[in-house]
């Protein structure tokens, strides 16, 4: 007998005796938990992971490729506005702008020689001394060096811009939360992909970029409130509120080749304590809708409808699925009964099936909007009960304490369930 042959009657017999063991009375009654409806706060959340980020993050680079030659600061710094970070080589942006001074100068003596004598032209003109085509040249001459004037004047204006920025200045308080390169590195600058060498973070502020699937996406809303724990804080949870929710967008690859659909969410944290730096790992509960004291059930008791059945056919009639250990009875439910769901609800010694609807789920309970009334007594447990032996009209044994129990699993001390 080969593995694959003894691994399927392995998942048979525990198939089976998961099934013959589910209804332990004597008497054939089923064996069920129970507890009674009650109301209790409820919250909807859809969660999250990402990572901290600074609300405000500036990143400082070089305008040319040159050399670093002095760095102040190290990363941790706190900084203010106007203090100096770090220079990088200006011998030959001192020269270009030295020479471009020059063009300057000489050009505004070009400028003024033209309009002296573009005023002495003016006088010779007006008593008709000079001809149209003398003062016609006169005037663009003028034209001309006014024009070189202003050029050369601009060139000098970019050459002094560009050397005020190889000194690198704090254009804002913040901390320094990284650095690129040591004194006597090559900086990489330009237009088009400068390297950066210095980023400048505002921690006072800070942000959780999150990725929401695109199945969960539209239950959240700008303003939401969100809980956010931070990895490295544990046992402490951080307030936030919804920002931003991307229109666009991102996609990316899950397993077995499927394509994942993702939105990014912006949080902004309300809570910043000390020692919080950009790139922390933090797990985020957008809570999407609230109920206060709501009548609520547990997701367990909630199941799909069947129609009743007798003791000859209960046994019988039920499939077993490769790979699952439980079992599934065989119905001819309308397929509008399908989309339904219903809920145990137990009258004496047997359970009458209710159909419910329910509205938004927690962490362990759903919302009931109609269906079922407070103080009734409904099915908890097993599952194989709930999931496939159970009927209207089945005999039930209760066991005791179910409720404590549940009462005792439910829910994270400030979870609201």
């Given at each position: 007998m080969n593995n694959k042959?003894?691994?399927?009657?392995?998942?048979?017999?525990?198939?089976?005796?998961?099934?013959?063991?589910?209804?332990?009375?004597?008497?054939g009654s089923i064996e069920v938990s129970t507890m009674k409806l009650e109301r209790k706060d409820l919250e909807s959340k859809v969660v999250a992971d990402g990572v901290l980020t600074p609300e405000t993050e500036v990143k400082l680079s070089a305008n040319n490729t040159t050399y670093i030659t002095d760095i102040a600061v190290k990363e941790g710094d706190f900084v203010q506005k106007g203090d100096f970070l770090m220079s990088l080589d200006d011998r030959q942006q001192k020269a270009a702008t030295a020479a471009s001074k020059a063009g300057v100068e000489a050009a505004k003596v070009s400028l003024s020689n033209a309009s002296i004598k573009k005023s002495r032209q003016e006088k010779l003109y007006k008593d008709d001394l000079i001809s149209d085509q003398d003062m016609e040249n006169t005037n663009s001459s003028y034209a001309?060096?006014?024009?070189?004037?202003?050029?050369?004047?601009?060139?000098?204006?970019?050459?002094?811009?560009?050397?005020?920025?190889?000194?690198?200045?704090?254009?804002?308080?913040?901390?320094?939360?990284?650095?690129d390169g040591e004194v006597g590195d090559l900086a990489q600058g330009g237009m088009f992909n400068p390297s950066v060498l210095l980023k400048l973070s505002d921690l006072s502020k800070m942000e959780v970029?999150?990725?929401?699937?695109?199945?969960?996406?539209?239950?959240?809303?700008i303003n939401?409130?969100?809980?956010?724990?931070?990895?490295?804080?544990?046992?402490?949870?951080?307030?936030?509120?919804?920002?931003e929710v991307a229109f666009a967008s991102s996609t990316s690859s899950g397993g077995s080749q499927q394509q994942v659909?993702?939105?990014?969410?912006?949080?902004?944290?309300?809570?910043?304590?000390?020692?919080?730096?950009?790139?922390?790992?933090?797990?985020?509960?957008?809570?999407?809708?609230?109920?206060?004291?709501?009548?609520?059930?547990?997701?367990?008791?909630?199941?799909?409808?069947?129609?009743?059945?007798?003791?000859?056919?209960?046994?019988?009639?039920?499939?077993?699925?490769?790979?699952?250990?439980?079992?599934?009875?065989?119905?001819?439910?309308?397929?509008?009964?399908k989309k339904r769901t219903v809920v145990f609800v137990v009258n004496e010694n047997t359970v009458e099936q209710r159909f419910v609807e329910v509205g938004i789920v927690g962490d362990r309970d759903y919302e009931v909007l109609s269906g079922l009334e407070e103080g009734?007594?409904?099915?908890?447990?097993?599952?194989?009960?709930?999931?496939?032996?159970?009927?209207?009209?089945?005999?039930?044994?209760?066991k005791k304490q179910s409720e404590n129990s549940y009462k005792r699993g439910s829910g994270r001390p400030g979870s609201g369930n």
């Open positions: 042959m003894k691994a399927g009657l392995g998942v048979l017999v525990l198939c089976l005796g998961a099934y013959f063991m589910s209804s332990s009375g004597d008497d001309s060096a006014l024009s070189s004037f202003n050029a050369s004047e601009a060139r000098y204006i970019q050459d002094e811009d560009a050397l005020s920025k190889l000194r690198l200045i704090a254009p804002q308080d913040g901390t320094i939360t990284f650095i970029y999150v990725n929401v699937n695109e199945n969960d996406i539209a239950d959240i809303s939401d409130i969100a809980m956010v724990e931070v990895d490295a804080y544990q046992n402490q949870i951080f307030k936030g509120v919804v920002k659909t993702n939105f990014q969410v912006k949080i902004q944290m309300l809570e910043v304590v000390d020692g919080m730096r950009p790139g922390m790992s933090a797990t985020v509960e957008i809570i999407t809708e609230q109920r206060n004291q709501t009548l609520s059930i547990p997701i367990q008791s909630l199941t799909t409808p069947r129609k009743s059945e007798k003791k000859s056919e209960s046994k019988a009639s039920f499939t077993v699925e490769s790979g699952l250990n439980e079992s599934r009875p065989i119905t001819n439910n309308k397929r509008s009964d009734e007594e409904i099915v908890t447990g097993g599952f194989v009960a709930i999931s496939r032996d159970l009927y209207d009209g089945a005999a039930v044994t209760v």
